[in-house]
């Protein structure tokens, strides 16, 4: 169960169900048994498009695209009057820097595919373009799937911030394999072979001591080690 509003983390060792979930969610995939329901209605009952209109998800495999940073921020065509809602959903992706570099702005070519001029922008600025799409939309629903695993640990921490303090009022759910920034989350489920095994948040899981705490920790060491 998540209440409107809530920033929850779905943690788990590789294939142990997470980005599943999300794509029944997101009803790319239709669920075989069980039942998904949002506001108490089966997402069954809805038209596939007009339910995804609510929900903005930037996946491991994003891309971007031979067209202008504004049309790959709005996902199509752009328009002067969404210069605004551009520029804002650059800002809550930690883009302003980047951004102020390119010769034309948000109308600066983005790969040489179509212009020679193109710019190429490293991985980690290429998620924030990502990233920023989910913010150029009034989604009520926010999924972020390893959103930012391009980045260094320290980029990656303020990236969340950023990200946090602009979904203020938004649902947000987190996927990723780096529990720094699970620490962060209202509620924290940790998925093992298909299944949920443990709920609750940070703290409350690492007094649990089971797999959740063992997962940190071997993290935290390896960061010392580092």
């Known amino acids: 169960e998540i209440k409107k509003g809530e920033k929850v983390a779905f943690v788990g060792y590789n294939g142990a169900g997470k980005t599943t979930l999300i794509k029944l969610l997101m009803r790319l995939y239709d ?4 039942e998904i329901l949002y506001n ?9 498009e ?28 752009y328009t002067d009057a ?10 809550a992706a930690s883009f302003e820097e980047k951004l102020k570099q390119l010769p034309n702005g948000i109308h600066s070519q983005l790969t040489t595919e179509f212009s020679k001029d193109g710019v190429g922008l490293s991985g980690g600025e290429s998620q924030k373009i990502a990233i920023a799409r989910v913010f150029a939309r009034p989604f009520e629903l926010i999924i972020m799937d390893e959103p930012s695993s391009a980045l260094d640990p320290i980029a ?7 990200i946090l303090k602009n979904a ?3 649902t947000v759910i987190f996927i990723s394999h780096r529990l720094s920034t699970t620490r962060m989350a209202d509620r924290i489920y940790m998925f093992d072979s298909g299944a949920l095994c443990e709920v609750g948040s ?8 089971g797999k959740y705490a063992e997962m ?5 060491e390896k960061y010392r080690e580092e």
């Open 168 to 170: 203020e009022g938004k």
């Open 156 to 162: 990656e921490y303020e990236l969340n911030q950023s």
């Open 216 to 220: 940190f920790r071997l993290q935290a």
């Open 82 to 91: 969404d210069e605004e809602a551009v520029l804002s959903a650059l800002r």
């Open 31 to 34: 669920t075989t048994s069980g």
């Open 202 to 209: 940070h703290d409350e899981l690492m007094k649990r001591d």
């Open 50 to 77: 007009k339910y995804r209109e609510h929900i903005g998800a930037v996946f491991q495999d994003y891309k971007i695209f031979a067209a202008t940073v504004a049309e790959n921020v709005m996902g199509g065509e």
């Open 40 to 48: 108490g209605r089966n997402i069954s009952d809805f038209d596939p």
